[in-house]
């Protein structure tokens, strides 16, 4: 089913690169050159996608259907949050499946950029589950990839250390985990973890990743935390009163991307929010109306360059 759904979502790419190509040469009007450079692929390959277009039928009086709706919402995105890329998919009335497109989407989007050389950091959750299962195999010999939280005693699926090695290992890449829990009972215990000298050296490594990929989760007993038990349902109410919206990598953001420094908050260990912030390239990849505030936040506190996310929250984001 897994490999099923990879397929399905290499061939939506592929419809959609071809959308994407269409939409800049016939709408936008720009060069096959400039085409080449916006969607990072060579211009013999821009002739190709085109001219597939045309044989699909893709381009008519308009540029492929939903699949052009999709592509506006994403340049006003761009252009709203100053964003270098947006990727839309589409909606659906069912959470499950709007993590699942959306983590295919970035799985998509990672596995067109990675090269040899790289390094990639990565956070967790259900969309970045979704993401690890769903990446093909394009092998390296020299990438890595570094996981941006601590781990779980027990988990179903969703611990960060798992989603980092089996993005490592489709990569062939080498993983460096962050070897504490995710939370702790003491944050004088968390302190002491990260004054160890390999956990000190992942931090280093994780401000020097050439791009990382992370999720967003909201408030609400649906989030990762809540719903994997690593923070009582009890919580809830004592975060939202603090202004709290939703959390990146586990540091609670209020509205306005500040985050707010609740006590919960010094019992995670996860890099801070200032090493994220030094990595050049950010891709935040998180769906579903009511993360929309969560993911409004996320971009204001990390000044991500590329959003993955679908319809309904890029109207809501651009509502705003």
């Given at each position: 089913m897994a490999a099923r759904r990879a397929g399905r979502a290499r061939d939506e790419s592929s419809r959609d690169l071809k959308v994407r190509a269409a939409w800049h040469y016939y709408v936008e009007d720009l060069t096959?050159?400039?085409i080449s450079r916006t969607l990072a692929v060579s211009r013999p390959k821009v002739v190709r996608l085109l001219q597939s277009a045309r044989e699909e039928g893709l381009v008519t009086i308009r540029v492929?259907?939903?699949g052009g709706e999709r592509i506006g919402l994403e340049r006003r995105l761009v252009e709203r949050f100053g964003l270098a890329e947006a990727v839309v998919v589409p909606s659906s009335a069912d959470a499950g499946a709007i993590a699942a497109s959306v983590g295919e989407a970035a799985a998509v989007y990672a596995g067109q950029r990675m090269r040899d050389g790289m390094s990639l950091g990565v956070g967790w959750g259900t969309t970045l589950d979704h993401c690890a299962r769903a990446l093909g195999t394009p092998r390296f010999k020299r990438a890595s990839v570094v996981s941006?939280?601590?781990g779980m005693t027990h988990s179903r699926g969703v611990n960060p250390s798992a989603v980092a090695r089996r993005i490592a290992d489709a990569f062939g890449a080498q993983c460096y985990q962050l070897t504490?829990?995710?939370?702790?009972?003491d944050p004088k215990l968390r302190d002491a973890l990260w004054a160890e000298p390999g956990l000190s050296?992942?931090?280093r490594?994780?401000?020097r990743v050439d791009l990382a990929l992370v999720s967003v989760g909201e408030v609400s007993e649906h989030a990762t935390l809540f719903g994997e038990g690593l923070l009582?349902?009890?919580?809830?109410?004592?975060l939202r009163n603090a202004g709290v919206v939703g959390d990146v990598l586990c540091h609670f953001l209020d509205a306005d991307g500040r985050e707010v420094d609740h006590p919960?908050?010094?019992?995670?260990?996860?890099?801070?929010l200032d090493d994220l912030r030094a990595v050049d390239r950010i891709v935040v990849a998180s769906g579903g109306q009511p993360k929309v505030a969560a993911i409004l936040a996320a971009l204001k506190a990390v000044r991500a360059s590329a959003l993955i996310t679908d319809e309904a929250a890029a109207r809501g984001l651009l509502s705003r």
């Open positions: 096959q050159e400039a492929g259907g939903k941006l939280l601590g504490a829990p995710l939370v702790v009972d050296e992942l931090r490594r994780a401000r009582p349902g009890t919580a809830l109410g004592p919960l908050r010094r019992r995670i260990v996860a890099v801070e």
